[in-house]
């Protein structure tokens, strides 16, 4: 079956960067583009940005863009998302997502653990 | 930019139908997806392509799109059905609704 295993929490002070993982097995890695959505305490969901694991192109919210680096690894069917200057309003939880079916992008079908991330001095 | 408007909350009785509506400009002309989160969980996809059900969603989940509404429709709503959920739709991006908080009591 799908399976998103993302890493585990992570706590970072102001200005300070994050690499979160999400490892993904049960299925045709390069086929599925993959989401990031991130969601902050008691508030809703948030789309990050999405990545095309064939060939690692990327789309990002305008949010943040010049903040957010989302890579991938075909070996070990593992995708990355880097989000830099992280403030307060940063902390959340950060969900990796993989697109419903092949070669799409507009709705998700499988959601990763979650990954709490907590910015705090 | 586009935006996908929910009530707050929804309450209904155990048995009960239960609509949750989702609305946007002209949303007919895009697919819409809903997203189930139960407290302290992950969301689950329970409907996409506005009315399509993913294997293991049981039947009692059913979607619908129509002008600038789309509606999520449980049918015999169970006390496990509490949970928030989400409507979502594409435009350039990935976009959210509010989210809803179904009661069930």
């Known amino acids: 079956q799908v399976l998103l295993v993302q890493s585990g929490a992570e706590m970072r002070k102001p200005g300070a960067s994050v690499n979160l993982s999400c490892k993904a097995s049960g299925y045709t890695f390069s086929s599925y583009y993959m989401h990031w959505v991130r969601q902050a305490p008691g508030q809703g969901l948030e789309w990050m940005g999405i990545?095309?694991?064939?060939?690692?192109?990327?789309n990002y919210a305008q949010k943040f863009q010049g903040r957010v680096n989302m890579t991938r690894d075909t070996s070990t069917s593992t995708v990355y998302m880097a989000l830099s200057g992280l403030t307060s309003d940063d902390t959340a939880v950060y969900y990796c997502?993989?697109?419903?079916?092949?070669?799409?992008?507009?709705?998700?079908?499988?959601w990763g653990q979650g990954i709490l991330v907590t910015v705090s001095s | 930019s586009y935006e996908l408007t929910q009530p707050p909350s929804v309450s209904v009785s155990p048995g009960q139908t239960a609509d949750i509506t989702c609305s946007g400009h002209?949303?007919?002309?895009?697919?819409v997806s809903w997203y189930q989160q139960r407290p302290g969980q992950s969301p689950v996809t329970v409907i996409y392509?506005?009315?399509k059900r993913p294997s293991g969603i049981p039947e009692r989940f059913s979607g619908s799109n129509s002008g600038n509404t789309a509606t999520l429709t449980i049918s015999g709503t169970q006390a496990m059905d509490e949970a928030d959920y989400y409507c979502q739709a594409w435009d350039s991006s990935i976009i959210f609704g509010g989210g809803t908080k179904l009661t069930v009591l």
């Open positions: 990545i095309n694991p064939t060939g690692g192109s990327t």
């Open positions: 997502a993989r697109a419903t079916a092949v070669k799409t992008m507009e709705s998700i079908g499988y």
């Open positions: 392509e506005d009315n």
């Open positions: 002209k949303l007919v002309d895009k697919y």
